[in-house]
């Protein structure tokens, strides 16, 4: 069975970096072609905010200015987002999600982690 | 590519039926369009991908049509599970983006 689950503080100062794990069980990240990061401010609806693929090339929402970085551990099946410089909007609930593993469904997200809430304060 | 949803809000009773409607600011190929639901403080679920395909486990009440820039996502017979917000997303290719969303609540 696969789990995503997301990890990190739920507070984060605005002009620092946001940081964010998802830990993957039931599945290797080796295996699938894509993993996401996605957010929802309150009330909103969905943003995708980037992605990494297998051989860890990445591309992330043009929005945000290239304040970006997403990478996989592949030793702790787990794969990370990092947000800099962070504003109050940025408040959001943080998913991690699975892409699809048939050829034509990569950009597809089967699985989703329960999500995080992070809060953008000082 | 700017997918617009509408209505924002659809009101309606159990058993009736509903149309949500996705347009693509350009056209997306291959048909390559998802549908996802989402309940109040949950993660969106998975319903539909390739237009008109159920994901594993999707009842056939759901289903999903369209094509180019145009598509709609229907439910015949509303039950009370299925109220709840649901976005289309474009997956054809990068950067990928999702609709604004329409809740479907009980009138």
Known sequence: ??????????LVKPSETLSLICIVSGQSINDIFQWAWIRQPPGKGLEWI???FRGGGTFDNASLRGRVAIS?????NQFSLRLTSVTAADTAVYYCARGGVAAGLRNVFDYWGQGTRVTVSS | IVLTQSPGTLSLSPGERA???CRASQSISSGQLAWYQQKPGRAPRLLIFG???????????FSGSGSRTDFSLTISRLEPDDFAVYYCQHYGSLPLSFGGGTKVEIK
Not at chain 1, 1 to 10: A, C, K, N, R, T
Not at chain 1, 72 to 76: A, G, L, P, Q
Not at chain 2, 52 to 61: E, F, H, K, L, V
């Open chain 1, 1 to 10: 069975q696969v789990h995503l689950q997301e990890s990190g503080p739920g």
């Open chain 1, 50 to 52: 980037g992605s990494v």
């Open chain 1, 72 to 76: 996989v551990e592949t030793s702790k």
């Open chain 2, 19 to 21: 149309a949500l409607s």
């Open chain 2, 51 to 61: 237009t008109s395909t159920r994901a594993t486990g999707i009842p056939d009440r």
